[in-house]
């Protein structure tokens, strides 16, 4: 069963960085597509980046372009998310997720399905 755990948030103020990082267990996690979400209070989740197995292929949201940047190290079983520039929106609780392992090609998309998810880590954008 593969299990994720994120960590890495806590406040921020607007301009600055945060690097995320999520951690698996029990599966090697290059059989997987990631994705990265968020949901702030009241709103619902969000997906922002993925990448593909290799972590050659990536995807971002709109509203994270040119700011965040995923990347992944297979031998560490990590991924992480860069997040610069940051925002007072970009206030969520933020996840990692993987989809079902498979050595299939594949690219990654925001929609899914994504089967496993972390925790979640709390990220706060405020002066």
């Known amino acids: 069963q593969l299990q994720l755990v994120e960590s890495g948030g806590g406040l921020v103020q607007p301009g600055g960085s945060l690097r995320l990082s999520c951690v698996a267990s029990g599966v090697t996690l290059d059989l997987s597509v990631i994705g990265w979400f968020r949901q702030a209070p009241g709103q619902e989740r969000e997906g922002i980046s993925c990448?593909?197995?290799?972590?050659?292929?990536?995807t971002y949201a709109d509203s994270v372009k040119g700011r965040f940047t995923i990347s992944r190290d297979n031998a560490r079983n990590t991924v992480y998310l860069q997040m610069n520039s940051q925002k007072p929106e970009d206030t969520a609780v933020y996840y990692c997720?993987?989809?079902?392992?498979?050595?299939?090609?594949?690219?990654?998309?925001?929609?899914?399905?994504?089967?496993?998810w972390g925790q979640g880590t709390q990220v706060t954008v405020s002066s």
């Open positions: 997720a993987a989809d079902r392992p498979s050595e299939l090609f594949r690219l990654c998309n925001l929609r899914g399905p994504y089967d496993y």
């Open positions: 990448a593909s197995r290799s972590g050659g292929f990536t």
